[in-house]
């Protein structure tokens, strides 16, 4: 499950042409908002289920204007307010959470395995689901030399959606990624929900899913949580590594440490020539 947005068909078809010649078998849901027909087209042919981003985008001074008479809301119906305002003002990183709520609820007796994923920057290796997920939720770390607080990217969003509190809080935290998260489906409603709060809190119209993700990541839960390492797992997180430490084998696949393929490769195209290698695999 994931978000399409104003992407071209020649933007998604490393993402879908790779999960077909791995032979997914799975359902497929997309959110969608900003595509032409072509996109779309191609993804009904993939039975792709089509969820419309059917919120109007709010201008500044609109936004403002709406809190300030939200204001005058009893308490007690605040914070749905505030989870139905989310989707016209907040980027729709953000607001891609507010979509997946709802289904997730209604088709929780359907699956027994999630996976949230960005679509622009991932390719598939292997089935995503060809491992053996312990119940709960799995999340896939970033570079290991990375904290919260010593990547630039994530003391920004930190400090831009949570403070410098919260910032200084989570500075040795590791940074485990936004864009892949795989759990049983309670586990990935739980902490969707708890992500809506943190955003609702901070009602911000920029990307800080990144940091209520790893704010998330702190607050209480009853589904237990697992953490990956890049090259131990079934996800590489490989937007800060070095590309010297990305060496295909020789069927042209990137492998885990125990020479496993890595089923999900995210982040893939801030290495160039590596990318143009992966993508020319599916075209």
């Known amino acids: 499950m994931g978000l399409v947005s104003c992407m071209t068909v020649e933007a998604i078809r490393p993402f879908f042409l790779s999960l077909e010649q791995v032979g997914y078998k799975g359902d497929i849901c997309m959110i969608v908002h ?29 936004r403002r204007a709406v809190f300030g008479l939200a204001r005058l809301v009893a308490p007690r119906n605040r914070q749905l307010l505030d989870r139905l305002l989310a989707p016209t003002y907040m980027h729709p990183h953000c607001s891609r ?8 609820r209604e088709c929780a007796g359907h699956y027994r395995h999630i996976l949230l994923t960005d679509v ?42 949570f403070g410098e509190k919260m910032l200084a809080k989570m500075h ?3 940074v485990y990624c936004a864009g892949t998260i795989l759990g049983t489906t309670a586990a ?26 790893n704010v998330a990541l702190q607050q209480p839960r009853t589904a237990p949580l697992h953490f990956h390492e890049n ?18 084998d020789a069927e042209g696949r990137l492998r885990n440490h125990d020479h496993s393929v890595i089923n999900i490769l995210h982040q893939y195209d801030r290495h160039p020539a590596l990318a143009g290698q992966l993508v020319q695999q599916f075209l």
């Not at 312990?134 to 930190?158: K, V, W, Y």
């Not at 090259?231 to 295909?248: E, H, I, Y």
């Open 34 to 62: 900003g595509l032409d027909a072509s996109a779309l087209s191609f993804l009904r042919a993939r039975g792709v289920h089509l969820i419309p981003f059917s919120s109007e985008y709010l201008g500044e001074s609109t």
């Open 97 to 104: 959470h507010f979509f997946y709520e709802p289904y997730l």
């Open 231 to 248: 090259f131990a797992g079934p996800v590489l997180s490989m937007a800060t590594m070095d590309s010297a430490r990305l060496v295909p």
């Open 172 to 174: 040795d935290q590791p």
């Open 120 to 161: 622009r920057d991932v390719i598939f290796q292997a089935d995503p689901f060809a491992f053996e997920p312990a119940d709960g939720l799995h999340l896939f770390r970033e570079d290991s030399r990375f904290t919260i607080g010593t990547c630039q990217f994530n003391i920004d969003t930190m400090r831009l959606g």
């Open 188 to 213: 990935v409603q739980e902490h969707v929900s708890i992500v809506i709060d943190l955003l609702c809190r901070a009602k911000q119209r920029q990307t800080i899913d990144q940091a209520a993700h």
